[in-house]
């Protein structure tokens, strides 16, 4: 695990915010690490971590993803997000890293309408497999052999995908 | 059993690496890298080993399935010597974090090494596309050829309105980084690369020194690449950088001139004695030689020097990395005698190129 390294602030629209990369980010981002501590470049404005200590601050730290039960904490710490799920759960307080960072908060890139197609056709075929098998050792051969239907109908799409 | 032999592969610097390929003078070699992650899983530093094996065998599945990968082995980090590893990570098949973490990670590669998977890496997968010279489209198509090979058959982690989601959030969005290798000694020399610096930043591209560590730079190798990866379309995240590096090329053409026309013979002086010493010196460290061969680049790209092809000091970047020397010797080696090693393989390379 590479921790966040690198703590900056930065003054962005009169609004303070924190940054915390890890160190391989930080560097691709052009930020020179070894000067980090001490930094005139731009408009950033060094050495200032997010300690601004007030209730609200102390809130949006504790708050946790369902999913994987990360805290926006450890995303501090860490400069990484514990799952997808994350970026959901942390919403609000990503939105100015996003800022900062690309510039944007809306992707405009490749679309993954496609993604996983072949991989959810197999994984319904499984189970379809796991149905059959239990029809043939229930005797329900009238079932067996619409649930062989489908799956042979299934195995032609995907043979056509790829 | 991964079956690999990072001695089938030693002996060449890999077809993006070998040095040609269009304005190969200052740009070396291009490269694209995307990051995707597969849905359903926490990203890969925050996976337990059943995790990361349910991972990795998920993606390694969807690769097989894929063209690019027909005539590939898949190459388990776990399986081979960290000096094969080092081999690897030299030539940018797995990154340096393979290095130290192996458990459950792995790549494959193509035979000519210009497309790449990693598994596990920082995300749950890193698809590169290599090409050699200024080839960004090149690069590109690779790259994402084998995305689209791999997405029916692996669910990813995406949002509708943030892209694709990445462990760090400074790849979110794309999950694409394109970059260019280049060499800049004009600018350097010239004290420019400041001013080169702060303008690529404002145009949201950094650039940072090649070899070494943190700020060092070594030999005027700088990677110069895009900075945000969410809100603009792939295509156009290249046509910026392609641009960018246009204007590079003709910033570094111009410093080198205007530094020959004010200081002809110190410079003479400065490349002829790099290329003496690549000649003869029996013992030299990695720093030493890259800036030698820096300077002799920049001798050979003003003509000056005339014997010895850019690609062949092209190939040298790769071939007097450690792991590189001591693989090629089939035998392991401490600094100084890797020193020595490569003082002999940069002779050998220059009095070869002499003689033909
Ligand atoms: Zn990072
Ligand atoms: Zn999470």
Redesign the interface.
Known sequence: ??PAKVHFTEIVNDNMVAMN??L??A????I????AGSYG??DLVAGLIDDTVDSEAERISKVRCPS?G?EYSDFKK???????DC??AFEAQ?VQ??RH??????????K?A???????LRERMNVLREELSEAIRTEDYERAAAIRDEIRGLEAQVED?? | MSGFDANDIVGTPGAWLDGSGDENEIVLSSRVRIAR?L?G???T??CDNAELDAILRKSLD?AR?TRAFARSRYIAMGEISTLDRQLLAERHLVSR?FLHNSASRGVLFTPDEATSLMINE?DHLRIQGFAAGFDLGGAFRRA?DL?DQL?????????A?????T????????G??VSVLVHLPGLVHSKEIHKL??S???L?????GFFGE??EVMGNFFQL?N????????DV?VKNLREMVVKVIQYERRSRELLFHKAQRLLEDKVWRAYGLLRYARSVNTKEALSLISAVRLGVGAGLVRDVPIQTLNQLVVYIQPAHLQKRRGTTMDAQERDAARAECIREALSRSNRG
């Open positions: 695990m590479r990369l890890c391989e980010c560097e691709e981002k052009g020179d690490v070894n000067k470049l731009g994987c990360y860490i400069g990484r997000l514990g799952c997808p970026y959901d990503l890293v996003l960072v690309h510039g944007s908060t809306q992707h405009a890139g490749k993954a496609q993604v996983g197609e072949r991989a959810a995908d790829a | 992650n849905h899983h926490r990203f530093h925050n969807a399935r974090d920082e994402n995305d997405a029916p058959d692996v669910e990813i982690a995406y949002h309105r943030l892209g694709y989601l462990a760090c959030p400074t790849n979110l969005g794309t694409m980084r610096l702060e690529l930043r404002k949201n591209h950094s650039i940072r943190g700020s690449s900075s945000a990866a969410l809100g603009t379309p792939e995240i």
